[in-house]
C-alpha cells in the first residue's frame, strides 16, 4: 500500500499569477506576470483511496516577485504597491491553501484529473476555493498542474488604478502552477 505522503519541491516546481490591464487605456497597459517564491506544503494521494487526497500548501505573501522585462525601477516601484498597498504584507504575511473536498477520474496509468474544493486564506480573508489539476504519480513522484481564478475583491483587496483610473488592473487573477512532489517516509 502507497504511503501517500509527498512535500512540495519548491526548487522544480512553478507557481505563477496572471494579472490583466483593464479601463479605458487597457490596450496600452501592463499585464504583469508574478512569480511566487517561497512556499511550501503538503500533498496525500494514494490511488487506493483517491477521495482521501489532500493538499496543504502555504505561502510567504512577500516572495511574489514581478517576472517580466521591464526596468529594475518599475519592477521595485510595482512590487513596493504589491507588498505595501494591495497584499499588504506586514500584515498578512502568509497566503494558505487547505483542501477540504475531493473528486477525482482516472485518465491513464497513473494519470488522473482531479478537483479540489478546500479553503484560500488570503488578505485576512478565507472563502472557498476550487482547482482543478492533473496529476501524474511515478515512483516516488507525484506532479501536479492546472490553473484557477482568484477575484481579488472577494478578499477585500482593493483594486490597484494608475493615470486617474484610466488604466487598473481587473479583478480576477489567473493562477498557473506546475507542482512536483516527492514521496516522505512520513
Known amino acids: 500500500m502507497n504511503n501517500g505522503h509527498y ?9 505563477i499569477v ?3 490591464a483593464g479601463g479605458m487605456l487597457s490596450a496600452l497597459g501592463h499585464n504583469p506576470t508574478i512569480a511566487i517564491r517561497e512556499y511550501s506544503g503538503q500533498a496525500m494521494f494514494s490511488p487506493e483511496s483517491i477521495e482521501n487526497a489532500s493538499l496543504h500548501l ?6 511574489l516577485s514581478v517576472t517580466d522585462d521591464i526596468s529594475d525601477k518599475d519592477r521595485r ?10 497584499l499588504e504584507t506586514d500584515k498578512y504575511p502568509e497566503i494558505t491553501f487547505d483542501s477540504s473536498k475531493v473528486s477525482a477520474s482516472r485518465a491513464g496509468d497513473g494519470q488522473y ?6 479553503e484560500l486564506s488570503l488578505h485576512g480573508v478565507k472563502h472557498s ?5 492533473q496529476l501524474a504519480l511515478a515512483g516516488d513522484t507525484l506532479r501536479a498542474h ?5 477575484r481579488q475583491t ?31 517516509s512520513a
Open 113 to 118: 484529473f482531479m478537483n479540489l474544493t478546500g
Open 146 to 150: 492546472g490553473e484557477f481564478t482568484v
Open 7 to 15: 512535500e512540495i519541491d519548491p526548487t522544480v516546481s512553478r507557481f
Open 129 to 133: 476555493q476550487p482547482v482543478s489539476l
Open 58 to 63: 502555504r505561502i510567504k505573501a512577500s516572495s
Open 154 to 184: 472577494a478578499y477585500g483587496i482593493k483594486l490597484v488604478s494608475v493615470a486617474g483610473g484610466t488604466l487598473k488592473l481587473k479583478d480576477d487573477l489567473k493562477c498557473s502552477f506546475d507542482i512536483v512532489a516527492r514521496k516522505t
Open 18 to 20: 496572471r494579472a490583466f
Open 77 to 86: 516601484e510595482m512590487e513596493r504597491t504589491m507588498n505595501q498597498e494591495v
